[in-house]
């Protein structure tokens, strides 16, 4: 059970240069969120989607766009990459837009952008 | 707004100590509360939850009970291993208008040494 699998591990960008982190989830979950990591700041949400068709912005939304491709998938993209999103990335999924349902995340996407 | 205030790191303890993790939380409602925990390289997993006052949540060892009185809800663990070590995170989820929210606390590194 792969749970939810996050694609690229790793990428090297420069700035100004775009790209697309991709997540996909087995658990047939109705919810998917994106997340960045960074040190001493915890987790904060960038853009989850409560259902398929719906996006919503989080905490920390600007400069990056999000995709809900169907009910698996949830893309995160960065258009012009800039060095202050140099981060880990995380996306995870639940079962439904509830107060007691947890999180299954990913391994995350170490992204650098010089 | 929502926030989780956990004890900071780092925290070393020799193997077969008593853990402690301070949580204290502020909420507009009567949130569910989370431990989650990150082991190197990977994603958050889902460690323990308590959903109501007085609920005890636990897994492996580790213990959190949901305090309304203190908001609070410390994590603790009678004897810890080396595989232990990891980042902790408190988590409390909330309803932000109509959608779910998780928020986090910055994470406390622990470290267990043989």
């Known amino acids: 059970n792969a749970g939810v699998t996050q694609t690229p591990k790793f990428q090297v960008l420069k700035t100004g240069q775009s790209m697309t982190l991709q997540c996909a989830q087995d658990m047939n979950h109705n919810s998917m969120y994106w997340y960045r990591q960074d040190p001493g700041m915890g987790l904060r949400l960038i853009y989850y989607s409560a259902s398929e068709g719906t996006t919503d912005k989080g905490e920390v939304p600007n400069g990056y766009n999000v995709s809900r491709l169907n009910k698996r998938e949830f893309s995160l993209r960065l258009e012009s990459a800039a060095p202050s999103q140099t981060s880990v990335y995380f996306c995870a999924s639940s079962q439904a837009v509830g107060d007691n349902q947890p999180q299954h995340f990913g391994d995350g996407t170490r992204l650098s952008i010089l | 707004g929502n926030s989780v205030t956990q004890m900071e790191g780092p925290v070393t303890l020799s193997e077969e100590a008593f853990l402690t993790i301070n949580c204290t939380y502020t909420a507009t409602g009567y949130p569910s509360l989370f431990w989650y925990v990150q082991y190197p390289g990977e994603g958050l997993q889902l460690l323990l939850k308590?959903?109501?006052?007085?609920d005890k949540g636990s897994n492996k060892g580790f213990e959190a009970t949901y305090r309304k009185e203190t908001t609070s809800f410390h994590l603790e663990k009678g004897s810890v291993q080396v595989s232990d070590s990891a980042v902790y995170f408190c988590?409390?989820?909330?309803?932000?208008?109509?959608?779910?929210?998780?928020?986090f606390g910055k994470g406390t590194l622990l470290t267990v040494n043989p």
């Open positions: 308590a959903t109501k006052a007085d």
């Open positions: 988590a409390l989820s909330d309803r932000g208008g109509s959608n779910y929210k998780l928020t």
